[in-house]
């Protein structure tokens, strides 16, 4: 039977890579291998996971060097070889072997006011929104993130600026900015602009190149950013 | 743990390599440029002084690659507001191929026309 | 710098590209023109001296550099080296300065009405 080399981060911040032999199946996922791992090998390996097919966004790791959703990544595309490194998301702390503490990713969501901020009770009318004006189509390419931190994991400007909100954070933000119901229009565009904001993006592009949900959160944040310079001239922020 | 070469190796990464490489040495490159130039505050003879030092093939050669840079700065830079000002679309990799082709023609023109 | 200054900074980049982007298609047609022949002193002087339109263009262009270079290496001196603060945005301010009159020494130089 075949079988992938597979080496594993162990530890914290500071830690090594583990060998172990996995058997290699058909239409293997990434988050199989670790699931052996962890059941047939060392029960002590921790790593997250919940739906399996791709909607929770909790089993993120990086894969041979690239962030990727581990539950939807087959070996075939990315063991050729059979040789599989498998590591935390970059750009987190590291809790534990593949777990990283995802706090600040979610608390800049928080600060570029990833909240939706409305006017109307639920008493009211449903908001009518034809699906084809220009904000529900700049909505309709943004709004299906599930939040699972590759994007974050990819960005670089993340890396070298600490306060950078990130591809996630922006591109929720964009998509509020879009939404004709809110109502945090300014105080948004605000929270954004700026060297810890969209303005330090530098279009790398790798986390358009990486999102599991072809998103294109690159788009988004250039998005912000004519917004954002067109409300400073305006005076609106 | 930050990222190494495989996370970045895609084309609008090396894309910024360049433009960020680019744009360093020519910022490094302009007070040198600006200098020759003010030779000619001194007269033609001065500016000659230099002149004569620029038909040396190394200088030439270097010439060429400050070439390159510029325009490869300028093109990559195009692309980048083409991006960032216009509504996103599918053929930015186009975008970057262009870039390439316009930095390469120029440099090639300069070459040619130099030697 | 407060945040306003930041977006206004970043605008005044992408501003000057755009002008830069004009400037350096002539620059480059321009020089690959002039390098036909080689190069002389004399004959490059008596090609620019005392011509008003290139004294302005080329005054744009050192304009349009001094404003773009120095915010670019803002950037990476904050990306690099971690460097932020008022510090970093005065030695911004200063490199802007330095290009902008090191260059019209240069446009003067070669562009003004001196005698070749």
Avoid at chain 1, 158 to 174: F, Q, T
Avoid at chain 1, 179 to 198: H, I, K, M, P, S
Avoid at chain 1, 203 to 212: G, K, W
Avoid at chain 2, 34 to 56: I, K, P, S
Wanted: charged share 20%; net charge positive.
């Amino acid at each position: 039977m075949e079988t992938l080399q597979v080496r594993i981060w162990r530890g914290a911040e500071q830690g090594d890579f583990q060998d172990f032999e996995v058997p290699r199946q058909e239409s293997q996922t990434v988050l199989d291998v670790v699931t052996y791992v962890q059941r047939k090998c060392d029960s002590t390996l921790s790593y997250r996971f919940a739906c399996r097919v791709g909607v929770c966004g909790s089993c993120a790791m990086t894969v041979n060097g690239v962030s990727r959703w581990t539950c939807r990544t087959h070996v075939s595309k990315v063991a050729a070889d059979n040789k599989l490194e498998i590591a935390p998301l970059r750009n987190l702390p590291v809790i534990k072997d593949l777990v990283t503490d995802m706090r600040e990713f979610f608390d800049k969501w928080a600060r570029a006011r990833g909240r939706f901020t409305g006017s109307t009770t639920r008493k009211d009318p449903l908001a009518r929104i034809s699906p084809e004006s220009k904000e529900r189509k700049r909505v309709e390419a943004g709004i299906e993130c599930i939040g699972c931190g590759v994007c974050y994991s990819a960005c670089d400007v993340v890396s070298w600026n600490k306060d950078y909100l990130g591809p996630a954070a922006l591109n929720r933000a964009w998509t509020l900015i879009n939404d004709v119901r809110d109502t945090a229009r300014a105080e948004r565009l605000a929270a954004v602009a700026g060297d810890a904001g969209c303005h330090a993006c530098h279009t790398h592009i790798s986390c358009t190149e990486r999102c599991p949900m072809r998103l294109s959160p690159t788009a988004g944040i250039a998005g912000l950013k004519r917004a954002v310079l067109a409300a400073t001239l305006s005076g609106e922020i | 743990m930050k990222n190494d070469f495989r996370a970045r190796n895609h084309p609008a990464y090396w894309a910024f390599i360049v433009h960020r490489g680019s744009g360093v040495l020519l910022a490094l490159f302009l007070p040198l440029h600006f200098w020759a130039l003010g030779q000619a505050l001194h007269g033609a003879a001065a500016l000659d002084g230099f002149l004569r030092w620029t038909e040396h093939p190394l200088v030439k050669f270097a010439e060429t690659g400050l070439v390159l840079l510029l325009a490869a700065h300028m093109a990559g830079g195009v692309r980048l507001l083409v991006l960032e000002f216009l509504e996103w679309r599918e053929w930015q990799k186009t975008l970057l191929a262009a870039a390439a082709g316009v930095s390469l023609v120029a440099g090639l023109a300069f070459l040619l026309n130099l030697v | 710098m407060s945040q306003r200054a930041q977006v206004l900074l970043w605008g005044a980049q992408r501003i000057s590209a755009m002008v830069l982007a004009l400037c350096v298609v002539v620059h480059l047609l321009t020089i690959i023109y002039a390098v036909r022949s080689g190069l002389s002193a004399t004959e490059i002087l008596g090609r620019t001296q005392g011509s008003v339109m290139w004294f302005a263009f080329y005054t744009l262009f050192v304009i349009a550099v001094a404003v773009h270079a120095p915010i670019g290496l803002r950037t990476i001196l904050s990306e690099t080296c971690g460097w932020r603060g008022r510090g970093l945005d005065v030695l911004t301010g200063v490199i802007g300065l330095s290009l902008a009159m090191w260059g019209m020494r240069a446009v003067v130089g070669v562009f003004g009405a001196g005698t070749a």
